[in-house]
């Protein structure tokens, strides 16, 4: 049980630099198109330092459970 935690851990890492990736690759693509209504803008500006965080939190989390940190919890 404690391995598969380990592998989730990875995969939850994997998630969050991929959303990362997504968010800030989309917010480019739209932020820099030929006409960007304001409307864009304050989405884009109020998302990415939302969800940032909020990603990072769940990279911690991966990173915790690949260390073993919650190994006892669950057996």
């Known amino acids: 049980m404690n391995a598969v935690k380990r592998l989730i851990g990875i995969v ?10 997504f ?3 989309r917010a480019m693509a739209e932020l820099s ?3 960007v209504t ?5 989405f884009w500006y109020t998302i990415l ?3 940032t965080p909020l990603m990072l939190g ?9 260390r073993g940190e919650y190994d006892r919890i669950g057996d």
């Open 12 to 21: 939850w890492i994997a998630l969050a630099l991929a959303a990362i990736w």
């Open 23 to 25: 968010l800030f690759t």
């Open 33 to 35: 198109a030929a006409t």
């Open 38 to 42: 304001p409307d864009k803008k304050i």
């Open 49 to 51: 330092p939302v969800y």
């Open 58 to 66: 769940m990279a911690l989390f991966g990173y915790y459970a690949l």
